[in-house]
């Protein structure tokens, strides 16, 4: 190259639209023929809770001196209706994560680190197993359109019982396993043919509608003789409607999980595009239950991307009555772990993007059935870790609430937040910082 | 022998002392009357005892049924049977939709026709209809049988994994990876059962049926199957 | 989502009973359709007339509408918060301009037989207001509302009307409703709410004006409208069931020598005189289903 091509030679320059993702993504396609499935919600940057902020105390308002002056953290779920309501120490749960999806060891570990401070976990697209019920204190049954494990004895040994309509990752998708997850014993639970992929229903078998999800409920109500508090699940999509339909419809409690909230498997697609994030839903949710008088009569519980306490109390400042974790859930019990770098390296990944769980291969041993991987994780160790974020996402959640002046993490509310940005302001109606100015509320 | 006239006993009573039986209880033989179409008759019961349901009920009699045998003197609204672990259901009137879904044991016999979605994502449990069934019936059926002495509607076993389909009459359409199969010894021995089981002997000609099953081609997703998808 | 109740009566001796029956359909239809209710009666015409049903507020003076009117033949039945004007058709498109400039009033429907009335609330409370039980006539439909994607309000209750004696009540959830408003807004249509079931009755409406019969617009419609849904409609000789394909929605029918009824549960059937010797059955997907008398 002479020096007058070096001059007039420009960078070269990609495109924003075509990155490197999407080029990658299209050969990809093009060679295979099949879209790409992963696990995990969605990595997009989007409005989330970063772009809050509380307004600690100051000279109008006081804060509660820690250790001393309690702040109390325990949420009562289910009194609408169930005749024997859950009551958690914490307000944050363990999302449904079936068995299948996760290993064995991986549901007991979670059992493990929610009993210790007094949470529930749930059960997933898949049914209970002897070890999740024998190791959660407080477990919740789902009841999903593929109906995989489901059965009245194990409906009866519930605490209380989750109809999922859909969840954030999918909303409007069926569960996913594919063939080299469905191990004998994942096959026998759910009556499939072992080694097969699981096509799953997105819609219930014997009901469409809130009209008939009214009937159901009840349904299941009489099976269990009204004593089990009944939530119903959907993935973030029109939350204003979907809260006030499931009130009418009979529920004790809403779960909205946001287009964060991750899955064991599904398309990419799908979890990138479709479905809201979770800071836009739970304003909408809120107004649904307040408009039927019903704010803390039915509890509504919110997920996808809740990473620390402050996500927690900003969650509850919003309206919420508990939180529900999954991938943070799974990354404390070492899911993506830098340890196992090189293992992440020999899968074509690296630790902190590792998400093809669908495959079975996690070297953590969470995502997979395969037993030499599965026997990596210990239960015991790492139900401990578990059960030390759960305390910490407690913990900080009651230092923020003490800085407001709460007494109970529930009294937080939305005048004590402000948003960074207009989105955040607009989505979770709070002011933008500094000014008093809610978009699309007051100007 | 407890006789619950649904017009002055609340549904909760009815199914609350059902649920409260044991298995050493003497009252194995329950009548239901004035149902009215209600819903949830009869449901998670768990005990070796008969009810005998005087008249039409709504959705998900039965629902969850284990050990008993029901029967259901008219006609059944959606999801009679529901999830059916054991016992034995037999509606002598026709059934609505989702007849017995999502099933995985017991028998449920439905004299008359049963709508569509007759056996949606059955796992184990056997049906046999001595009418008609509508569209979609055996829709993701994953084990099981379902006999249908009349026709079937159409997209019959979409989707369906391994459950065993036999219909003497006519099948509208069949669903994706449905296939009509050779109706070997075995599964003649197997549909004699069925037909014993639910009442049906000697007028029937086995040899009239049609075996219907997964053709097993979508087991793993392959591009060349996308126009099943 | 919500319930849906028609009969239609062969045996003229059970006219008086008509709005009886109906109100006793209703209430166990209550549970899946708490928000709001409504109906559409079909009762004695009176030759070279028209019915007028026309609603205002709670409270309204109906005597100043009234007087505005003027005399008529036949006298004015006021219901609670609606009023049924009988007129001579000449004067029908004067009157119509002129309730148009009564920014309180609207008119719920029209027709040589039918009056249509609905109100927010309870079913049960509702068909008390409107004092249904003492209505007669030859056929009726009703509609209990659970609102999915629009507000609980009196102009989102059902049943809509599409046209002179004919209404529209809807069980189900369209899901290109908007697209086809947008269409239909554009051939002329005005729409009162973005009520999904709206959309179905305009769409039908615009068809028969195209000079589509009844039987052909709902043939139409299966193509044109995308979602779950039951459909019954009235018109003024009978009325009309249409599933869609999918079929998710509940249907069932009843038919004696004196009756034929739709109920979306049978619970809504079951006190229907000679219903337990009735033959029971559910409407077929995508197929027009129609009685009328001739």
């Known amino acids: 190259m002479t020096a007058h091509d070096r001059w007039i030679h420009t960078p070269p320059r990609k495109s924003a639209t075509f990155d490197d993702y999407s080029i990658a993504e299209i050969r990809r396609a093009a060679a295979t023929g099949i879209y790409d499935i992963r696990g995990a919600g969605t990595k997009r940057k989007l409005p989330h809770f970063d772009d809050l902020l509380f307004l600690g105390a100051s000279i109008s308002r006081y804060p509660l001196e820690g250790y001393r002056e309690k702040c109390a953290t325990d949420v009562t779920i289910g009194a609408r209706y169930a005749k024997k309501p859950i009551t958690l120490k914490i307000p944050i749960t363990i999302a449904g994560m079936s068995f299948g999806a996760l290993s064995g060891p991986a549901k007991e570990a979670l059992g493990r680190g929610a009993s210790a401070v007094g949470t529930s976990t749930t059960t997933g697209d898949g049914g209970m197993t002897a070890e999740e019920r024998q190791h959660s204190k407080t477990l919740v049954y789902q009841v999903l359109p593929s109906r995989y494990g489901m059965n009245p004895n194990d409906l009866r040994k519930a605490d209380a019982i989750e109809v999922v309509v859909g969840q954030g990752a999918k909303p409007g998708g069926g569960g996913m396993l594919l063939g080299q997850k469905i191990t004998k014993r994942v096959a026998d639970m759910r009556r499939l043919p072992e080694g097969i992929d699981q096509r799953s229903a997105c819609r219930h078998p014997d009901w469409t509608g809130p009209d008939d999800l009214e009937i159901k409920i009840l349904e299941l109500r009489e099976i269990t003789d009204w004593e089990k508090p009944v939530y119903v699940k959907v993935g973030a999509s029109r939350p204003y409607y979907d809260t006030a339909l499931a009130v009418k419809a009979g529920a004790d409690a809403v779960v909205i999980d946001g287009m964060q909230g991750g899955t064991a498997a599904t398309q990419d697609v799908f979890i990138e595009n479709v479905g809201l994030p979770i800071l836009s839903a739970i304003a909408p949710a809120v107004q649904a239950l307040q408009d039927l008088g019903m704010h803390r009569q039915v509890q509504l519980i919110v997920s996808g991307g809740i990473r620390n306490g402050a996500d927690v109390a900003k969650c509850l400042a919003l309206g919420a009555d508990a939180v529900s974790i999954g991938t943070a859930a799974l990354i404390a019990l070492g899911d993506n772990d830098p340890h196992l770098e090189d293992a992440y390296r020999a899968l074509g990944t690296t630790a902190g993007a590792y998400d093809d769980w669908h495959e079975g291969r996690d070297p953590a041993g969470i995502t997979t059935q395969d037993p030499r991987l599965s026997a990596r994780l210990d239960p015991a160790i790492a139900g401990r870790k578990l059960a030390n974020y759960l305390s910490v996402l407690t913990l900080e959640a009651q230092t923020i609430a003490r800085s407001c002046g709460k007494s109970h993490v529930h009294n937080l509310e939305p005048e004590d937040l402000v948003a960074l940005t207009v989105e955040a302001a607009a989505m979770a109606r709070v002011p933008v910082a500094g000014t008093s100015w809610i978009p699309g509320k007051n100007g | 022998m407890p006789t619950i006239d649904l017009t002055n006993t609340t549904l909760r009573e009815l199914n609350g002392a059902l649920h409260k039986l044991s298995h050493e209880s003497n009252e194995t033989l329950w009548r239901v009357l004035n149902p009215r179409g209600l819903h949830s008759v009869a449901a998670g019961i768990d005990a070796p005892i008969q009810v005998e349901i005087e008249g039409h009920v709504g959705y998900y009699c039965a629902g969850m049924n284990q050990r008993a045998y029901v029967v259901v003197r008219g006609n059944a609204g959606q999801g009679v049977a529901e999830n059916m672990m054991s016992g034995h259901v037999h509606v002598q009137g026709d059934a609505s939709q989702a007849a017995g879904a999502s099933g995985c044991g017991g028998l449920l016999v439905i004299d008359g026709n049963a709508s569509a979605r007759c056996g949606i994502s059955m796992k184990g449990i056997d049906i046999v209809v001595k009418g008609s069934v509508g569209h979609l019936s055996a829709f993701m059926a994953q084990a099981g049988n379902l006999v249908v002495l009349g026709d079937a509607g159409e997209a019959l076993g979409d989707s369906i994994y391994e459950a065993h389909l036999y219909v003497r009459g006519s099948v509208k359409g069949l669903g994706a990876d449905c296939i009509e199969k050779p109706l070997k010894e075995h599964h003649k021995a197997e549909l004699q059962k069925l037909l014993s089981a639910a009442g049906v002997n000697g007028s029937v000609d086995i040899g009239e049926f049609r075996r219907y099953g997964s053709a097993r081609k979508l087991y793993h997703f392959h591009i060349d199957n996308v126009g099943s998808y | ?294």
């Not at chain 3, 919500?2 to 045996?11: S, V």
């Not at chain 3, 429907?109 to 309870?122: D, H, I, P």
């Not at chain 3, 009235?234 to 009843?254: H, N, Q, Y």
């Not at chain 3, 559910?282 to 008398?293: N, S, T």
């Open chain 3, 1 to 294: 989502m919500c319930g849906i109740a028609g009969i239609f009566l062969k045996d003229h001796s059970l006219e008086p009973k008509l709005g009886a029956l109906l109100a006793g359909m209703l209430t166990p239809l209550s549970d899946r359709g708490p928000d709001s209710a409504g109906f559409a009666v079909y009762g004695e015409p009176a030759a070279n007339h028209v019915k007028l049903t026309l609603r205002a507020p709670q409270g309204y003076d109906f005597e100043r509408l009234l007087r505005a009117v003027g005399p008529t033949a036949v006298p004015p039945e006021v219901y609670d918060t609606h009023v049924v004007i009988t007129i001579p058709d000449e004067r029908q498109a004067a009157i119509v301009a002129q309730i148009d400039t009564m920014p309180d009033v609207s008119i719920v429907g029209q027709g040589t037989r039918m009056t249509m009335f609905k109100e927010v609330g309870r079913p049960e409370q509702v068909a008390k207001r409107f004092g249904l039980d003492r209505m007669s006539g030859t056929h009726a439909i009703g509609h209990t509302r659970m609102a999915t994607e629009s507000a609980v309000t009196t102009n989102g209750a059902h049943p809509f009307t599409t046209g002179p004696d004919q209404c529209l009540v809807h069980n189900g959830s369209l899901s290109n409703h908007n697209a086809v408003r947008r269409e239909l807004q554009r051939n002329g249509l005005k729409f009162q709410t973005d009520n999904d079931s709206e959309v179905a009755a305009g769409f039908l409406t615009w068809k028969m004006g195209e000079g589509a019969s009844l039987a052909q617009a709902m043939e139409a419609s299966l193509g044109a409208l995308d979602g779950f849904y039951t459909f019954v409609i009235g018109t003024e000789s009978g009325f009309g069931v249409l599933r869609d394909p999918i079929a998710c929605k509940p249907a069932v029918m009843a038919e004696t020598e004196r009756w034929v009824a739709f109920g979306t549960e049978y619970r809504a059937l079951v006190d229907l005189p000679g219903i337990d010797s009735a033959r029971v059955w559910e409407p077929e997907p995508a197929k027009v289903y129609f009685w009328e008398r001739h």
